[in-house]
């Protein structure tokens, strides 16, 4: 298509009447479109802001608790720890009174058994030196009826005092 030389200056004129219904145009629309599509836009965007306000909050709130269990789990394990070492601390006390109880039951029992073995060698000894006097009995119960069969005279006097003597000796 071939425009003629007038038809494009008319094309390219500056018409007012057009400049004013373009603009009364624009701001009708920009009008309707307020009132009809910001109102909402901008509810949707404040939503939006609030939402992202309350994120981030419930964010700061959370590293927050995070922070606070942390300590408290620090203080908590530090607690266990002094814990532990009491237990262990008490354990080994205990187990040390418990191993002087049984090294003190164990030197009274040996005392005691010293003490029987004791009291049995004394018995034995009494019962030994018992025997050898009635053996001395016997002996001198033999002597004096040897004397009693003989007639002695001072010769067989010394014979048989030393025969008592050897007796003796031997028991």
């Known amino acids: 298509m071939v ?6 200056t008319d094309f390219l004129s500056v ?9 009364l145009n624009l701001l009708i629309l920009f009008l309707v479109l307020k ?24 964010a700061d709130e959370a590293k927050e608790n995070a922070r606070r269990l942390e300590a408290e789990y620090d203080s908590r394990i530090s ?23 049984i090294i003190s039951d164990a030197k009274r029992e040996a005392k005691g058994i010293a003490e029987q073995s004791r009291v049995e060698i004394e018995r034995e000894k009494k019962i030994a030196v018992n025997k050898i006097k009635d053996d001395i009995a016997d002996i ?7 004397v009693i069969e003989k007639d ?20």
């Open 3 to 8: 425009l003629a030389a007038g038809d494009v």
């Open 15 to 23: 018409n007012l009447t057009t400049i004013i219904a373009t603009w």
């Open 35 to 58: 009132h009809f599509l910001f109102d909402r836009v901008n509810k949707v965007i404040e939503s939006r802001k609030n939402e992202v306000a309350n994120t981030y909050k419930e």
């Open 79 to 101: 607690g266990a720890k002094e814990e532990s070492a009491q237990i262990i601390q008490a354990a080994t006390k205990k187990a040390q009174q418990r191993s002087d109880e």
């Open 140 to 146: 001198a119960f033999s002597a004096a009826q040897a």
């Open 152 to 171: 002695f005279n001072s010769k067989d006097n010394e014979k048989l005092i030393e025969q008592f003597i050897d007796n003796v000796g031997e028991v």
